[in-house]
């Protein structure tokens, strides 16, 4: 049987001390949820400056490069290469492109890097309209972009 000395503020000391121990797992059961679910973005020059595990779902965004785009004869796989104008990327896709994917044009790929370091993609967005780009890629391009070339609408003029 307690003592006297474990009532009253040894009492609420341990209340505290536990409430605190619940919220911090809590916290830590959110947080690690949250960052399995999370997907990157990365430009083609952020990738080559991060170490990415193999198999990790991650965003990729830039303009297709002019000239890159090759399918495989008979088949759905496409390969094409995405930049930054500071880095490329080459990636592969499985399946039907947008209609709006072409070249010259502003992507964003989901997917993950395989062992050769080639990204494998799962989805492809085009940009839907002439006037929308995902800020991401916006950022990116704007960054590195050659003068006079990127418009606001994210379409290349030669």
Do not use: C
Not at 88 to 97: A, F, K, N, S
């Amino acid at each position: 049987m307690p003592g006297p000395k474990w009532q009253g503020k040894h009492k609420r000391m341990a209340w505290l001390g536990l409430g605190a121990l619940v919220v911090s797992a809590a916290a830590v059961l959110a947080i690690t949820a949250l960052e399995q679910n999370i997907t990157f973005f990365y430009s083609p020059a952020d990738l080559s400056a991060a170490d990415l595990p193999v198999g990790r779902d991650f965003r990729l965004g830039g303009m297709v490069a002019d000239n890159s785009i090759e399918r495989e004869p008979g088949g759905l796989v496409v390969h094409f290469v995405v930049t930054d104008y500071e880095a490329t990327t080459p990636v592969t896709y499985r399946g039907i492109l947008p209609d709006l994917f072409r070249e010259g044009q502003g992507v964003v790929a989901i997917g993950s890097l395989d062992a050769e370091g080639r990204f494998q993609s799962d989805e492809i967005l085009a940009k839907h309209d002439e006037n929308y780009m995902p800020p991401e890629v916006a950022a990116a391009l704007e960054r590195n972009r050659p003068k006079g070339q990127l418009q606001s609408t994210g379409t290349l003029q030669p």
